[in-house]
């Protein structure tokens, strides 16, 4: 069963859906370059073979009694996460987007700058390769909008490659955004004065499957996030951070 260990425990989190073509790479590349650390996959009811693939791979694997979306089944794994004790949690897609070599500098960022929350951005000193038109799209927009709120500037608003500490993942065990959670997430991180850091990575292609992203979809997902952040403000008015 996994455990937190050693002087700064740090889990690695894989949220999956229906990846059964691309966890088990992810998984043994993870393993290959990181062998000290734990990872959780949290399977949300797939249809395919994702949760065998994944413990043959040896990943711990918790599936959700029925579909939670991202945001449900990332909250399961820091809840549990904190839970264990452990002190740091790094989140990175089972797709294959998110190349496992950044784990040590999302690491070494979180333990060095005292952020609370540090991202993987595509577009620092990079050029968002990979990303769809419809995505970036919506990146621009949230750049510009999280900016007036953060007064800060994002940017990669959208991106799911994230480390938290334990003052962030005890917030989001609690408590955290349901569908299209990255963005929701920076807002209640200011309202509750917590910092976070974004370090440059390269995204990749996904090795299998399809993305949910789509120009419909897209519309909606502005809509939503929107309502939530403003759910969010009202929520933590006032809040202080809690240390």
Known sequence: MIAATGQHPLM???????????????????????????????????????????????????????????????????RLAFDLG???VIRLDGDGQHDPAYVGLIRDTLLTSGAQMVIGSRYVNGDGKHTSVARGIGIVFFRWFLALILRKEVHDPTSGYVGVNRQALEVFARSFPLEYPEIEALVVLQRLTFRFEEVPVKMRARMAGVSTITAVRSFYYVLHVLLGVLVNILKYQGSKRRL
Request: glycine residues 12%; hydrophobic residues 45%.
């Open 12 to 78: 690695i989190l894989i949220p999956a859906f229906n990846e059964e073509g691309a966890i088990a790479t992810v998984i043994g590349e993870l393993r290959e370059q990181h062998p000290e650390l734990p990872i959780l996959v949290v399977d949300d009811c797939s249809a395919d073979g994702t949760r065998t693939v994944a413990l043959e791979a040896g990943a711990d694997v918790i599936t959700v009694p029925y579909h939670l979306g991202l945001g449900g089944c990332v909250q399961a794994g820091y």
């Open 86 to 88: 452990f002190q740091y």
